[in-house]
């Protein structure tokens, strides 16, 4: 079992950065795919960015796409996302997750574990 709690949300106006924390329970959270996945109200769960499982490769959704930065770091047990140029369609429920299988990392569905979701709220 793995457990995940992110931390960092918040308000911010548009244009500002934000850096999202996820931290994680388990003794191999190193090879665990790691993804960020946002849901806005009366909205889908969407994906955002992720490593690969191995942790090796990112991915990105177009959206994010050279805003925003997915990063880890294996020996805190800690996967990050900054959030620079934010917009106010980036207002969501951000969550962390993980999955101990490769593929599928744009899938919410694919994934194993989630966090409780911290709020983004971005202002115009």
């Known amino acids: 079992q793995v457990q995940l709690v992110e931390s960092g949300g918040g308000l911010v106006q548009a244009g500002g950065s934000l850096r999202l924390s996820c931290t994680a329970s388990?003794?191999?959270?190193?090879?665990?795919?790691m993804g960020w996945f946002r849901q806005a109200p009366g909205k889908e769960r969407e994906f955002v960015a992720a490593f690969t499982w191995g942790g090796g490769t990112t991915y990105y959704a177009d959206s994010v796409q050279g805003r925003f930065t997915i990063s880890r770091d294996n020996a805190k047990n800690a996967v990050y996302l900054q959030m620079n140029s934010l917009k106010p369609e980036d207002t969501a429920v951000y969550y962390c997750?993980?999955?101990?299988?490769?593929?599928?990392?744009?899938?919410?569905?694919?994934?194993?574990?989630w966090g409780q979701g911290t709020q983004v709220t971005v202002s115009s």
């Open positions: 997750a993980a999955r101990d299988a490769p593929g599928g990392i744009t899938r919410s569905r694919e994934y194993d574990f």
């Open positions: 388990g003794r191999t959270f190193s090879r665990y795919a």
